[in-house]
């Protein structure tokens, strides 16, 4: 399997602006889909946001509006810009790969915390 890091988590206010990164060890156009989650403290994991290799994507109905994915094919890096942060948008942010006739894997995460 390959090995993904993601990255630019922080602390920001409410209505503040964060990107997440996520590297991947392999080409990421060898993957099906790339698909951000994330778990807020005591939560479950939940569905962000994904792309395919086909550049479909797909958003959560609360990102919809307000995140953005995208992909960097030459750097094997998916991005999630996240704008009009809310404090409920706090949680560990976590890439995860679902190649076509592999497991899928997962980063770490990086923390997100919404707060004044």
């Known amino acids: 399997q390959g090995q993904l890091v993601e990255s630019g988590g922080g602390l920001v206010q409410p209505g503040g602006s964060l990107r997440l990164s996520c590297a991947s060890s392999?080409?990421?156009?060898?993957?099906?889909?790339m698909a951000w989650y994330r778990q807020a403290p005591g939560g479950q994991r939940e569905f962000v946001a994904s792309?395919?290799?086909?550049?479909?994507?797909l958003y959560a109905d609360f990102a919809q509006d307000r995140f953005t994915i995208s992909r960097d094919n030459a750097e094997n890096t998916v991005h999630l810009q996240m704008n009009s942060l809310k404090p409920e948008d706090t949680a560990v942010y976590s890439c995860t790969a679902r190649p076509l006739g592999r497991a899928a894997y997962w980063g770490h995460g990086t923390q997100v915390t919404v707060s004044s």
């Open positions: 792309t395919t290799d086909g550049g479909r994507i």
């Open positions: 392999e080409s990421i156009m060898d993957i099906y889909v």
